[in-house]
């Protein structure tokens, strides 16, 4: 298993249980037995020798996420993963074989764009119901089973390429996540819809972890991966808290809801500020006005957190454990990610 | 003492927030005797690590994960931000009652403020000024959620900007240790950088920014704290960005611009302060023209601008403090504070603009106009000063977060410590001018005097008898409190009419009803959002196009 | 020749899976290009690899045989353009295939291509959860072929895995697809 990975899947894991002791959930054992089986596929999937293996358990857990709830149709839940897999499987059938270099950019161009569309980014969003439960819905795919599904593809298919395919690779990866970065934190801002919103906040953290995998130096990998256990540790324990309020409609202006706003919009000492930090040490090590484009992008995820934030209501008891806990959580993180990155192998 | 000692600036603060915090979720109210505790402790760590050695003392605990090792440095300059970031965060947390979130979150800023002023690099610095303005935000916002409060985009964007600026130093140079940073690699547009995080950290626009706005708030709790924890955060990047120019800013162009800007800072608070309607609001322009002054002197390359700016900005501390403890009331203390705040002679003030303004003339070239125009600008405060005293005082605030007995002390006492302004200067700003540049060994004089390149002054000697004068002048006037009528600004506001109206005309500015336009953004939205396989066999198209050229 | 051959059934299998919408055709479609898929293992991996994606292909199809849409529905109204799709597919895969790409195992090369191409194609154009799982199906037996491909020559655990995949798809959401 690759050290990513484990560490991704630990994370996730840790999620669910937080989910299951602190969340909201009406039917926690539901959510527990899908989010085991989650969890087994994930571990899967880690775990597979092979890209191929890898996305025989992704196509599975595919099917048997869209098989929980019907109100899309299935045909339609499972339009996107299934179209993913296909393009990720082309990918590999061009890589593999002999011929023109521009094959080898085929694939990474498949590659690429399967793992935008297993995980609902754009241009491959798929389609969104916000009364689903979180389990059945595309943010499932974002902020729990797509982390390690990406740490995998993309880390197994670096091995890959040849140095001109990973270029180009990591120029798609780069325009995909500034493209979803720009269009997310904008998106959270002014969509009317809160579960719409809190959607494009964890697309526009995608963006970000794209650009980190797109900047093939260290420092970008490990703001990747800071970026994606941001999302599995702390934007979705967060968005489950705030389901409650979501279904109500209703938003809370309080002091804790300001803090909740700080952590999204990865404010110091939030664990979103170290993988900036990163960001700017990858941009510059490449390609310097990568950095200014970041930056101003960076600045947009403020508005949208704030109005995130009002979402959560007015948490109490246990829930308000919760938070301060994912709290504490994301400040160790932000403070101090050596250990996490250590272990991570970046 | 050990090296570990330098963490009790930071972790007294942080453990402090953390009881306070863990004691009020149980029901205990101990915000308060914590919080102060905790502040005065940090103000007493400072000095004893400080003092009995008086030279630079570091702690490296090792790399943290992102680049940047946690490296802690307690030098000159260190020394007097710590104190100008602590002694007035605790004097107002020990008078002013505050809820127990508050106090954790207040406690918290402070920690994060002494990290920042306490860390050994830009990383870490960025990071933790990021930190204290976050904490200081939802200080704000805890306080009174619908008064105004500081931008927060700009102020991330301020340090999301060091940040950035500290890992093109990583990169580039190597490090970003302040200490070690190699001089050729602060070039102009690092140093750009690092000048604009400064001016946004600290709200130095020459516009009505949140140092200005933080006093209009109905309580004055938060606002205190916000200005002691995070207003000094920008001149302290300005200033080690001499460290690490070993001295100087990469162009003598850099040095007009920010001077030029610090003048024009205090130029429109002083032009608001003559034009206020009631005391508070005049309160309001205090600290913006005594950082105007600040940057204008510290922008000018020389030490003795240098250290002037560092007399300048504890000068704005002490008053900082005081305002934030003022009644709005007439009293005989807030005509201390104003005193002390348009700079009477022979307060601490005063000294200080003489010393910088003498900066400027003896920096050469055009930079003696800037001189000439803060001088202007200082007769400008008289005048707001002199009709702030019959103005009416203001909303009213809550007695309990006052202690005008405090405010009053404090306004004395920088009015009466200019005698020992050139004891101030050797012992605070000096050895932080000279920790930073080299040059500043050319700052000479006594206890008594300061001697600059073309002059001396002789604080003692000029100070004291206009001491005399001005308090026996005082007592002869026979008015213990104020009892002037309020007269009409000099200088009418055009400007803020004029940008009124502006603004109202962009805002009401409407696209024709017969224009259709090809852009909608929510059929946008929906097109994308919709997942339509046809935008996906676009968009791999588009891909597919792009990567064959 | 054999793998030649056994790529075409395979082109033909999910061509049957494209052009239809009754449980029948979509059951045949999969049997067949389980069985074309199966005769290129047979030739580039051997026989264990080949009995298991066959073995995987008609389970799936015989699950599917019993579950969907009633009736074959092949070439519904509407499909010509699909028909053309299926038929532009075999020409341009085979291009690809033998011509773009060099060195052995043409016909490996055009049966995962060709497939994987259309199942996708398929999966963006069905209306019904039956075609979609049918695809998927599909899909599984072809990444599994799909990896004879790689310069690690795979052990037969892969032909397994897609075969039992391929089951686990049909199998599990099989009662949800006789409406859809």
Redesign the interface.
């Known amino acids: 298993m690759q050290p990513e990975a484990a560490v991704l899947l630990v994370g996730a894991a840790g999620s669910l249980v937080f989910a299951v002791v602190f969340g909201p959930a009406r039917q926690p054992g539901i959510l527990l037995l899908r989010g085991g089986v989650g969890l087994v596929a994930m571990a899967l999937i880690a775990v597979a020798p092979d890209l191929d293996t890898a996305l025989l358990v992704v196509l599975a857990l595919a099917v048997l996420q869209g098989a929980i709830e019907l109100n899309r149709g299935l045909a339609?839940r499972l339009?996107?993963p299934v179209?993913a897999i296909s393009?990720v499987a082309l990918a590999l059938v061009l890589d593999r074989a002999s011929g023109p270099a521009?094959l080898h950019?085929?694939a990474?161009?498949g590659i690429?764009?399967g793992l935008a569309?297993i995980v609902g980014l754009?241009?491959?969003?798929?389609?969104?119901d916000p009364a689903e439960a979180v389990s059945a819905s595309p943010i499932g795919w974002m902020a729990f089973a797509g982390p390690i599904v990406a740490a995998v593809l993309v880390l197994d298919s670096r091995r890959l390429f040849t140095p001109d395919t990973d270029a180009?690779f990591a120029a798609?990866l780069i325009g995909l996540g500034l493209l979803n970065a720009l269009?997310g934190s904008v998106?959270a801002w002014?969509?009317e819809d809160g579960t719409?919103a809190w959607r494009y906040a964890f697309m526009s953290d995608w963006g970000l972890v794209l650009c980190g995998f797109g900047l093939t130096v260290a420092?970008g990998q490990?703001a990747a991966l800071l970026m994606l256990l941001s999302i599995v540790v702390c934007r979705l324990p967060l968005y489950l808290m705030s389901r409650p309020a979501l279904r109500e409609k209703t938003t809370t202006?309080?002091?804790v809801n300001?803090?909740v706003a700080?952590v999204l919009?990865g404010?110091?000492?939030f664990v979103g500020?170290?993988a900036?930090?990163?960001l700017?040490?990858g941009a510059?090590?490449l390609f310097?006005p990568l950095?200014l484009v970041l930056?101003v992008s960076?600045?947009l995820w403020?508005?949208g957190s704030?109005r995130l934030g009002r979402t959560l209501g007015q948490p109490r008891g246990r829930q308000l454990v919760g938070i301060a806990i994912v709290l504490a959580v994301n400040t160790a993180l932000?403070?101090?990610?050596?250990?996490?990155?250590?272990l991570a192998g970046t | 003492m050990p090296s570990s000692a330098l963490l009790l600036p930071i972790a007294l603060p942080l453990v402090a927030a953390g009881v306070i915090a863990a004691l009020g979720a149980a029901g205990l109210e101990v915000g308060r005797l914590v919080s102060a505790g905790a502040a005065w402790a940090a103000v007493a760590s400072i000095l004893a690590l400080w003092l009995p050695v008086r030279s630079t003392q570091e702690l490296i605990l090792g790399?943290?994960?992102?680049?940047?090792g946690f490296d802690l440095r307690l030098d000159a300059v260190g020394f007097a931000f710590g104190l100008m970031v602590s002694v007035p965060a605790a004097v107002v947390l020990t008078l002013q009652k505050r809820s127990w979130?508050e106090a954790a979150?207040a406690t918290l800023a402070l920690g994060?403020s002494m990290a920042a002023v306490e860390a050994g690099g830009v990383?870490l610095t960025?990071?933790?000024?990021?930190?204290a303005?976050?904490a200081v935000?939802?200080v704000l916002?805890?306080e009174d959620?619908r008064a105004r409060r500081p931008s927060?985009?700009m102020l991330?964007?301020g340090?999301?900007?060091l940040?950035?600026a500290?890992?093109?130093l990583?990169?580039?140079g190597g490090t970003a240790v302040y200490s070690a940073v190699p001089v050729s690699s602060i070039t102009w547009q690092v140093a750009s950088l690092l000048a604009v995080a400064a001016l946004l950290a600290s709200g130095l626009l020459p516009w009505r920014s949140w140092p200005s706005q933080v006093w209009s708030r109905p309580s004055l709790r938060a606002a205190g704290i916000a200005l002691a924890t995070l207003y000094p955060l920008g001149f302290y990047i300005l200033v080690r960005l001499y460290d690490m120019g070993d001295g100087r800013y990469p162009l003598p162009a850099f040095d007009g611009v920010l001077s030029v800007l610090g003048l024009a800072v205090a130029l429109v608070a002083a032009l608001r302060a003559q034009g206020a309607t009631t005391r508070r609001e005049f309160f309001g322009e205090v600290v913006p023209v005594f950082g105007g002054y600040a940057l204008m002197s510290l922008a000018l390359g020389t030490p003795l601008g240098l250290s002037a700016a560092l007399v300048a900005l504890a000068t704005t501390a002490a008053l900082a403090a005081a305002v934030a403890l003022l009644p709005d009331r007439a009293s005989i203390a807030s005509l201390a504070v104003v005193a002390a705040a348009v700079g009477i002679p022979p307060s601490l003030a005063f000294g200080s603009r003489v010393l910088g303004i003498e900066a400027t003339f003896e920096a050469g070239d055009f930079l003696g106009l800037i001189g000439l125009g803060g001088t202007l600008v200082w007769v400008l405060m008289m005048v707001a000063g002199a009709r702030a005293a019959g103005l009416p005082a203001g909303r009213g605030r809550p007695v309990a977060e006052t202690s005008p007995a405090v405010a009053l002390g404090i306004a004395v006492a920088t009015l009466v410590a200019g005698p020992a302004l050139a004891l101030f200067q050797a012992s605070f700003a000096n050895p932080a001018a000279a920790e930073v540049m080299p040059s500043a060994g050319s700052l000479g004089g006594s206890l008594q005097s300061v001697a600059t390149v073309s002059t001396v002054l002789p604080a003692v000697a000029l100070f004291v008898p206009l001491l005399i004068i001005g308090s026996a002048a005082y007592l002869a006037s026979g008015s213990s409190s104020q009892r002037a009528e309020a007269r009409p600004p000099v200088l009418a506001p055009v400007a803020p009419r004029a940008l009124a109206g502006w603004r109202e005309a962009v805002a009401a500015a409407r696209v024709p009803e017969q224009y259709r336009t090809i852009l909608n953004?929510r059929e946008l939205?929906a097109a994308?959002?919709?997942?339509r396989?046809v935008?996906?066999?676009?968009?791999?198209v588009a891909?597919?196009f792009?990567?064959?050229r | 020749m054999i793998e030649g051959a056994a790529a075409f059934v395979a082109w033909l299998g999910a061509s049957l899976v494209v052009l239809s919408d009754g449980r029948r055709g979509l059951s045949a479609g999969v049997a067949v290009a389980a069985v074309g898929l199966a005769g290129v293992a047979f030739e580039v991996s051997g026989p264990i690899a080949a009995a298991s994606l066959l073995a995987g292909g008609l389970c799936a199809a015989a699950l599917r045989w019993r579950s969907g849409p009633p009736g074959w529905k092949v070439m519904p109204p509407g499909s010509t353009g699909w028909l053309i799709l299926c038929i532009a597919s075999a020409i341009f895969g085979l291009w690809i295939a033998a011509a773009v790409m060099t060195g052995q195992g043409g016909g490996l090369r055009f049966a995962a291509l060709v497939t994987v191409v259309m199942m996708g194609a398929r999966i963006?154009?069905a209306r019904g959860g039956a075609a979609g799982l049918s695809a998927a199906a599909t899909v599984a037996l072809a990444i599994a072929l799909a990896g004879a491909l790689s310069p690690q020559a795979p052990g037969f655990e892969i032909y397994l895995a897609g075969a039992a995949v391929a089951v686990l798809i049909t199998f599990v959401a099989s009662e949800k697809t006789d409406a859809a």
Do not use: N
């Open positions: 339609v339009r996107a179209f393009l521009v950019r085929f990474a161009v690429a764009a569309a754009l241009p491959f969003m798929h389609e969104f180009v798609i269009w998106s002014v969509t719409a420092d490990s202006d309080r002091p300001l803090v700080a919009s404010s110091a000492p500020f170290a900036r930090v990163l700017f040490r510059t090590e310097w950095g930056a960076m600045l403020l508005p704030l932000g403070l101090y990610p050596l250990p996490v990155l250590s | 790399q943290m994960g992102f680049g940047s979130q979150l994060a990383v960025a990071i933790a000024g990021g930190a303005a976050t935000v939802l916002d805890t959620p927060w985009a991330l964007a340090w999301l900007a940040a950035w500290g890992t093109i990583q990169v580039r953004l939205e994308a959002s919709g997942g396989p935008l996906w066999l676009a968009a791999l891909l597919a792009a990567v064959t | 963006l154009s």
